[in-house]
């Protein structure tokens, strides 16, 4: 069943209220950000107010998340300054927006980026712009040390998210098998970022087949590596393993370095 995005926002909203009886004390919430207002404007196509300036730019960047905010940062440190950034929130930042309180600056959304690799040459670029990268070494206060996440499984924690205890020998023989062609998917350097350094006719078969099928035609079957699959496309995709293509289900591993540190936050 599809659920509309009011239906969504009620939902959410009873959640809040019900977290609030059971926990025997308010929980207080609301959207942040949130622009909806000006949508519905654009979207009845009602009247917006007469511009009270026109201004002529060769470039207009719509939107300041960052993906604007890092075509702004490339244009101006090419020298080209005849661009305009329109950012209709308060704040820019978008899904990377953040919020500080007195204890700490906190992510609002987006707040983890895998350490990017030597190829990913505009990033690291960007980061050393930031002061996240200097002379080569990450600065120790952006990256994220262990443990960073845990797992409850079998009444019992375990370090890292992928699981490691209660395993058959079924099981980890089908792990072992997916590190290897995982592995050998990253040496062809076909999945690396930035994408068009990698990407390439011979694996858009993989994006004709679901990551579930390809798991299935490995022999992939495992309960648990099912779950973890699941939880990895859940967590990147939005979706499970039968809703996301084979080569995103694949690109997600291979695509970052085997014994990355971080992620840097
Ligand atoms: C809950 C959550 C957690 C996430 N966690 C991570 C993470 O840990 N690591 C990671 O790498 N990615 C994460 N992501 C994904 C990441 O946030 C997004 O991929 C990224 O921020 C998208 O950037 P963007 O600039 O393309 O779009 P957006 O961030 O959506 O920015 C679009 C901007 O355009 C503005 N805008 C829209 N329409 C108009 C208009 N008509 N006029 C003017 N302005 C307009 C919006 O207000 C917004 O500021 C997460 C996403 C979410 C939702």
Avoid at 29 to 50: A, C, E, I, W
Avoid at 159 to 181: H, N, S, V
Wanted: hydrophobic fraction near 35%.
């Amino acid at each position: 069943m599809r659920t509309s995005r009011r239906q969504f926002l009620q939902s959410a909203s009873a959640a809040l209220v019900g977290l609030s009886i059971k926990g025997g004390r308010p929980v207080a919430g609301t959207f942040v950000n949130d622009s909806f207002q000006m949508g519905h404007q654009l979207r009845d196509r009602k009247r917006f107010s007469q511009p009270k300036q026109v201004v002529k730019r060769a470039v207009v960047i719509i939107g300041g998340g960052i993906a604007g905010l890092s075509s702004a940062w490339r244009f101006h440190k090419n020298g080209f300054t005849d661009f305009v950034l329109l950012e209709m929130n308060d704040q820019p930042g978008g899904n990377s927006r953040w919020g500080e309180n007195e204890i700490t600056a906190y992510p609002w959304a987006a707040h983890y980026v895998p350490v990017p690799g030597p190829k990913t040459i505009y990033v690291r670029e960007l980061f050393e712009d930031l002061g996240v990268l200097k002379n080569g070494q990450w600065e120790e206060r952006y990256l994220c040390f262990t443990p960073q996440e845990r797992l409850f499984l079998y009444g019992r924690w375990q370090e890292g998210i992928e699981p490691a205890i209660g395993l058959t020998p079924a099981d980890r023989d089908q792990f072992r098998r997916l590190e290897d062609r995982i592995h050998e998917f990253r040496a062809t350097g076909k999945f690396t970022v930035p994408m068009e350094i990698g990407v390439s006719d011979t694996t858009a078969d993989l994006d004709r087949l679901s990551f579930a099928d390809w798991l299935h035609a490995q022999r992939m079957d495992s309960r648990i590596v099912n779950w973890y699959m699941n939880y990895c496309c859940r967590d990147d995709y939005g979706a499970m393993t039968n809703n996301t293509s084979a080569w995103a289900g694949i690109q997600y591993f291979a695509s970052r370095e085997p014994e990355e540190k971080g992620p840097l936050t």
